[in-house]
């Protein structure tokens, strides 16, 4: 189920390669510059997005299709196709592993929703001290609504490139419990930092971290700490980014994460591929 989505974004990188403008607003997997793409120009981006490591069995494949398009030299606007295959089991034996396939509960599920960006250039990380941009971005399905914002912070040097992205984000999820329409709200607070050595003009290594908070009700629950390196390489044509995030420590113990690790709430590990096209 998940060898196809990556093969394509393979045939895919290939297929276009034949283009010949490209233009690219980012170096991270995850975290965000101020850059924008000129006006006119379009971009096209695949992400996927592999997560594994839970207090049950849990595997899961995060993917999006992107469609950047630069709207004024400092505004761009972006819309996105996202799926989520999500594969988990409701129980575990007592040395961690699954028990048996049938008594497991090992279930399957995919989700869709569509995004729409809009980020805001205030300033450029070249011409001024600091970069800095808004960023909205508003995501819909049929059972869940979330609405997140950002604000951008970076600073580019002939070799090196630092970020910090400060994240806030609400959702609304709608469930049925006994027979019964439920709604919860959740607020996430994020924050994301990254740095990236260029070795050469298109390829750089570096290291993203990554900070996740989750408060319900009005509750602060989970806390966790993510970091691991970066890779970026880029053509004439296209642009590849490879980030590996191991989660490093758990930052709000409690009764629903008491580990070292918040293994409830978040995975151990997080791997994402994102492909980047000139169009």
Known sequence: MYRIPF?????????????????????????????????????????????????YFYRRLDQRIELEIGLTDKLQTALYLNASHIASASYIDVNGGIADTASSGIESESEFSFSSEWKWRLSSA??????????????????????????????????????????????????????????????????DAAYMHMLKSNFGLGLELRNNNVMV??????????????????????????????????LKKSDKAPGSLDLNEYEKLEVRLLLGFGL
């Open 217 to 250: 009700e009005s509750e602060w629950e989970h806390s966790a700490l993510f970091g691991g390196p970066s890779l970026f390489f880029s053509g004439n044509k296209y642009f590849i980014i490879l980030n590996v995030l191991p989660q490093l420590t758990n």
């Open 7 to 55: 093969i394509a974004s393979i045939f895919l990188l290939i297929v276009v390669s034949s283009f010949t403008a490209f233009a690219q607003d980012r170096y991270f997997a995850r975290t965000y510059q101020s850059i924008t793409l000129p006006k006119g120009v379009k971009d096209f981006e695949v992400w996927n997005t592999w997560r594994t490591g839970r207090n």
């Open 126 to 191: 070249d011409a001024n001290a600091v970069g800095l941009a808004l960023y909205g971005e508003l995501t819909c399905s049929p059972a869940e609504t979330e609405l997140e914002g950002k604000i951008i912070l970076d600073k580019r040097t002939e070799k090196n490139i630092l970020a910090l992205n400060l994240v806030g984000e609400m959702e609304w999820k709608a469930q049925v419990v006994h027979g019964k329409k439920e709604s919860e709200k959740e607020i996430l607070f994020e924050t």
